[in-house]
C-alpha cells in the first residue's frame, strides 16, 4: 500500500515503559489488569478454553499488542480491521513464518507458499481445477463415500451401539479425498496416517513461537550458502523435520508413509500405469498456466497432493464431527434437517443440484463452522506500513486474524455463543455477517477449494440425515484441541439411531 500517512508511536494501554505481555491500542487497560489477563491465559491453554477467553478480551474493535517469546504479534478480532488486513490491504501483507510449521507435512503448496510470485502462477494453474463443473463432477463420488460410511457405522454399531464420530468423519474425508484426487482407494495405505496428531504437533509449535527463530536462521543461512529464492526457501521447514523426529517420532513415521503413497500414485500416474482422468492428480499433471505455459513440477504436485489431503481431509472432518456434535444437542434443529432432507431428496441420492433446494442442511454447515470454525486463525506479516485501527504497523510485524473472534463477536452476532442455524438463511444474513463469516479465509488468498469442501460437507450431511441421527452418551462435550483446526481433542463417542424405513442402507448409487 504506497503513501500511507504513519503516525508517531501510539499510545498503548499499559504504557510502554510498564512491562506487560499484552497491551491494548485504544482500550484503557491498567497495568495490574494487563498483568491479571495475561496470567489467567495459562489455565486456558491447559483446559483448552484459549480462544474463547481471547473473544473475551477486552476492547473487541481494538488491537492488541502480545509479546511471547521471540516475536511480537498484533491481535485482530474486529471484523473491519481483519477484511483491511486479508482483502483491502492485502497487498501489503505476506503469510507469516508460522505456516513454516505446516510446511513440514504440506510442502510449499498454496497454503504454505510463501512468494507471492510463485503464489499466484500456481493459483492460476490449480483455479480451473476447483471450477464448478469440476468440483459438481465429484457429487456423485462423495455421496457414495458417504452412503458407504453409513453402512459401516450400521456395522459398528452394530457390536457396541456406540462409534467414534470424529473418526468416523476423519475415516470418511480421506476416503472422499481418496476417490476425488487419485480415482483410487488409498485408505488401506494410507490408514495408519493420522493427520490429526501432525496438526497436534504444530498446533504446540505455533503456541511455543518456534517457528520465528527457525524461521530467520535458515533464510540467513540460505541467504550466504544457499541459492534461488530464499523467502520461499525449504530450509526451515528441514530443520523442523529433524525436531519432529526428535520431538514427535511416530508422527514424522505416518508422514513419511504418506509421501510414499502420494510419491507412489504420482509414478503410477506418469508411466500409465493408472490411466484416468477424472481426479485431482490427473487433472494437475495436466494443468498449464495460460500466462506463461508452465506446468507443475512432480515436487510441485506433491505438494500440492499433500496440501490438499491434510488440509481438506482434516479440516471437512472437523466441520462434520461438530455437526454431528452440536445436532444432538440442538434436537429442534435436527429435526428441521430430517424433516428438509427427506422431503427434497426421499430416499434417493442427493446431487450437486439438490443443494440449492436444502438452505437448512447448508445453514447447520455454515453456523457449526461460525460457532467453532474449523481453521482458528490466520496470520500475515507486513511487507509495507499500514494502520490498523489507528495502531502503525511496521514492516516485519506479524498480525494474527483471530477467526474465532470474528465469528462471536457481540456487535456482529445475536447471542454468538448460541447454535442457531437460522441466521444463515438466505433471508436472514446480511451483509456485515456475510463478511464476518469468513471460515476459508478472505481475499486472494482465500481457500482455492472452498467450493469443493462446502458441497462435500452439505452432501455428507444430507446424506447421513436421511438414514440415522447421533445421540450424545454424555452431557460433556469433548474439548477442541489446541491445534490449526480446533478439532475435537480425543474420541467423539455417540450413539447412532437409524432411522425408520431407510434400514438397510443400499449403497448402490
Not at 488486513?85 to 507469516?96: A, D
Not at 457390536?159 to 464420530?165: E, F, K, L, W
Not at 529433524?242 to 508411466?271: F, N, Q, T, Y
Amino acid at each position: 500500500m504506497a503513501d500511507v500517512d504513519i503516525p508517531g508511536d501510539s499510545t498503548l494501554h499499559p504504557p510502554k515503559w510498564m512491562p506487560t505481555f499484552i497491551r491494548w491500542h485504544g482500550t484503557q487497560v491498567g497495568w495490574w489488569q494487563s498483568w491479571r489477563l495475561a496470567l489467567k491465559i495459562l489455565p486456558r491453554v491447559r483446559d483448552h478454553t484459549l480462544l474463547d477467553y481471547a473473544v473475551a478480551l477486552p476492547g473487541p474493535d481494538d488491537v492488541i499488542v502480545a509479546r511471547v517469546p521471540f516475536a511480537r504479534f498484533v491481535i485482530v478480532r474486529s471484523p473491519e480491521l481483519a477484511r483491511q488486513v486479508l482483502v483491502t490491504n492485502q497487498g501489503s501483507y505476506m503469510k507469516s513464518p508460522e505456516y513454516d510449521m505446516l510446511a513440514v507435512a504440506f510442502g510449499r503448496g498454496l497454503v504454505t507458499d510463501l512468494n507471492d510470485e510463485t503464489w499466484q502462477r500456481n493459483r492460476r494453474l490449480v483455479q480451473p481445477i476447483f471450477g464448478k463443473r469440476n468440483v459438481d463432477g465429484f457429487a456423485p463420488v462423495m455421496v457414495e463415500a458417504a452412503r458407504d460410511a453409513v453402512s459401516r457405522i450400521g456395522e459398528l454399531a452394530a457390536q457396541d451401539g456406540i462409534v467414534d464420530v470424529g473418526a468416523e468423519m476423519n475415516r470418511l474425508t480421506l476416503d472422499i479425498t481418496s476417490r476425488t484426487m487419485f480415482g483410487t482407494d488409498i485408505t488401506g495405505p494410507m490408514s495408519e496416517v493420522v493427520l490429526a496428531r501432525l496438526l497436534r504437533f504444530f498446533g504446540r509449535g505455533f503456541m511455543t513461537n518456534l517457528s520465528h527463530p527457525i524461521h530467520h536462521v535458515a533464510i540467513w543461512l540460505h541467504k550466504r550458502f544457499g541459492s534461488g529464492d530464499a523467502a520461499n526457501s525449504r530450509l526451515p521447514m528441514r530443520i523442523m523435520r529433524v525436531g519432529g523426529w526428535l520431538i514427535e517420532p511416530k508422527a514424522m513415521r505416518d508422514l513419511r508413509h504418506a509421501e510414499r503413497v502420494v510419491d507412489g500414485l504420482i509414478a503410477d500416474h506418469r508411466s500409465g500405469r493408472i490411466d484416468r482422468k477424472d481426479n485431482l492428480l490427473a487433472l494437475l499433471m495436466d494443468a498449464e498456466d495460460p500466462e506463461t505455459g508452465y506446468r507443475y513440477s512432480d515436487q510441485e504436485i506433491h505438494d500440492e497432493l499433500l496440501t490438499f489431503i491434510g488440509a481438506g481431509m482434516e479440516t471437512t472432518a472437523t466441520a462434520l464431527s461438530w455437526v454431528w456434535q452440536l445436532l444432538s444437542e440442538h434436537p429442534e434443529a435436527r429435526e428441521r434437517l430430517r424433516t428438509e432432507v427427506r422431503s427434497v431428496l426421499g430416499s434417493r441420492p442427493a446431487t450437486a443440484a439438490d443443494l440449492d433446494r436444502l438452505p437448512w442442511t447448508q445453514a447447520v454447515v455454515a453456523e457449526t463452522m461460525r460457532l467453532l470454525p474449523p481453521v482458528i486463525g490466520l496470520a500475515r506479516t507486513a511487507k509495507e506500513h499500514d494502520v490498523l485501527g489507528g495502531y502503525p504497523i511496521k514492516p516485519g510485524t506479524t498480525v494474527a486474524v483471530i477467526l474465532h473472534g470474528l465469528h462471536h463477536h457481540q456487535r456482529v452476532w445475536e447471542r454468538p455463543e448460541e447454535f442457531d442455524p437460522s441466521r444463515f438463511l438466505p433471508e436472514n444474513l446480511d451483509r456485515e455477517q456475510k463478511r464476518a463469516a469468513i471460515p476459508f479465509g478472505a481475499g486472494k488468498r482465500m481457500c482455492v477449494a472452498s467450493g469443493f469442501a462446502s458441497m462435500e460437507a452439505a452432501l455428507v450431511v444430507a446424506t447421513f440425515a436421511q438414514h440415522l441421527e447421533f445421540d450424545a452418551v454424555s452431557d460433556q462435550r469433548v474439548r477442541r484441541q489446541i491445534s490449526f483446526t480446533g478439532g475435537p481433542d480425543g474420541p467423539l463417542p455417540m450413539r447412532p439411531r437409524f432411522l425408520p424405513d431407510l434400514e438397510p442402507v443400499d449403497t448402490a448409487v
